[in-house]
T-cell receptor
């Protein structure tokens, strides 16, 4: 059975702090790892990683995948209150597209 | 505007009363999925569809039905809802050959 585990489940920091969110996966025929941000509505896409060791960056957010150790991390530097959200990690695999397995999510709270 | 829409956004119903949640996308995506989101469990896939008339079970299909008669629509049917189907439901879509899914705004369902 495919499985994705995120840690920590929740995190409280102050503005300006740097955070690291973790995601480990066990997925048959793994193809890609995706990160989403969910505020009070639908998850919005952040990154998709398919190659090991290649960092993807968007502003203060960055992510990297380790296919040997089966994990990914999402880093957020200089956090802001607007970063408060649930961060979801999902793994894609199997024999067809369309099937994603999500982790439980990490609830990030950034205090002013 | 490219988007996934769901209706209704909020629904309160009673046990056993059949209901349908509609999902529509205007991006000409081949793949569509339904998820439910519960606290501490993340997003769990209910059903997904690779194209018209092609559907497959996700991780939690019991108590749900789907149909894909047109490419843009993917309704979720609860023939006899029960209280354990109280949840937040998301529809998502993606292009053939890609893993990145785009989510609708969500439907909050309460079954009394």
């Amino acid at each position: 059975e495919d499985k994705v585990v995120q840690s920590p489940l929740s995190l409280v920091v102050h503005e300006g702090d740097t955070v690291t969110l973790n995601c480990s996966y066990e997925v048959t025929n793994f193809r890609s790892l995706l990160w989403y941000k969910q505020e009070k509505k639908a998850p919005t896409f952040l990154f998709m990683l398919t190659s090991s060791g290649i960092e993807k960056k968007s502003g203060r957010l960055s992510s990297i995948l380790d296919k040997k150790e089966l994990f990914s991390i999402l880093n957020i530097t200089a956090t802001q209150t607007g970063d408060s959200a649930i961060y979801l990690c999902a793994a894609a695999g199997g024999t067809s597209y369309g099937k994603l397995t999500f982790g439980q999510g990490t609830i990030l709270t950034v205090h002013p | 505007e490219a988007q996934v829409t769901q209706n209704p956004r909020y629904l309160i119903t009673v046990t056993g009363k059949k209901l349908t949640v509609t999902c529509s996308q205007n991006m000409n995506h081949e793949y569509m999925s339904w998820y439910r989101q519960d606290p501490g469990l993340g997003l769990r896939q209910i059903y997904y569809s690779m194209n018209v008339e092609v559907t497959d079970k996700g991780d939690v299909p019991e108590g749900y039905k789907v149909s894909r008669k047109e490419k843009r629509n993917f309704p979720l049917i609860l023939e006899s809802p029960s209280p354990n189907q109280t949840s937040l439901y998301f529809c998502a879509s993606s292009l053939m050959g890609t893993d990145t899914q785009y989510f609708g705004p969500g439907t909050r369902l309460t079954v009394l």
